[in-house]
């Protein structure tokens, strides 16, 4: 079964220093999405792709937080410097381009900023 | 704009009794719904969800849920719970068109108990 692969599943990072998250989307779905998830909340998107051009980022940080989906298949997540606040999950799923398509979502980064 | 409300932030019911989970919606423009269950540093996973039709709507694991235009509410139920299904379980929203983003509710943490 077709999964959406996310890697590394936790992190323990410095704060100051620099981290990123790697998605591979299921093959041939178009969205892509970056959501992140403190805990004891509900996901909150950060930033959509379609293909590779984003589509709302509107909610990314974009000071210390950057998207990237070159070809349009897998993306990188990267904060730079990471922050005490950003220790959450970051989970990404796919879909297709469709109105009412699910997401699928991957197990998730489990990011510790010390 | 969308927002999704989630009343309840825990409820814990016995093993073999029904239960219901509030979701409200609010959105200027047409939605699709979802539930998504969470289990503990797992990914999201579907389990229903409403584009058009029948109000009433079944998933996997014998959940179900009702869509209420009127009230702008989807109710996901269960009638009768096992162990397994304790879980953080989320609502969402999705625009019918423009960029399909999904919009997810705070969460509602089911704990069964014995």
């Known amino acids: 079964e077709a999964e959406v692969a996310q890697s590394p599943r936790y992190k323990i990072t410095e704060k100051s220093q620099a981290v990123a998250f790697w998605c591979d989307p299921i093959?041939?779905?178009?969205?892509l999405y970056w959501y992140r998830q403190i805990l004891g909340q509900g996901p909150e998107l950060l930033v959509q792709?379609?293909?590779?051009?984003?589509?709302?980022d509107s909610q990314l940080p974009k000071d210390r937080f950057s998207a990237e989906r070159l070809k349009g298949v897998d993306s990188t997540l990267k904060i730079q410097p990471a922050e005490l606040g950003d220790s959450a999950m970051y989970l990404c799923?796919?879909?297709?381009?469709?109105?009412?398509?699910?997401?699928?979502f991957g197990q998730g980064t489990r990011l510790t900023v010390v | 704009a969308q927002s999704v409300t989630q009343l309840d932030s825990q409820v814990p019911v016995f093993e073999e009794a029904p239960v219901e989970l509030r979701c409200n919606y609010s959105?200027?423009?047409?939605?699709?719904l979802f539930w998504y269950v969470q289990y503990p540093n797992q990914g999201l996973q579907l389990l229903l969800k409403y584009l058009s039709g029948s109000t009433l709507v079944k998933g996997i694991n014998g959940f179900e849920a009702e869509f209420n235009k009127s009230q702008t509410s989807f109710h996901l139920r269960k009638p009768s719970v096992h162990i397994s299904d304790t879980a953080e379980y989320f609502c969402a929203v999705s625009t019918t068109s423009g960029t399909y983003k999904y919009i997810f509710g705070t969460g509602t943490r089911l704990k069964v108990l014995a």
């Open positions: 792709f379609q293909d590779e051009s984003v589509v709302d």
């Open positions: 093959s041939g779905h178009a969205t």
């Open positions: 959105s200027s423009v047409s939605v699709y």
């Open positions: 799923a796919s879909s297709l381009w469709n109105a009412g398509a699910e997401a699928f």
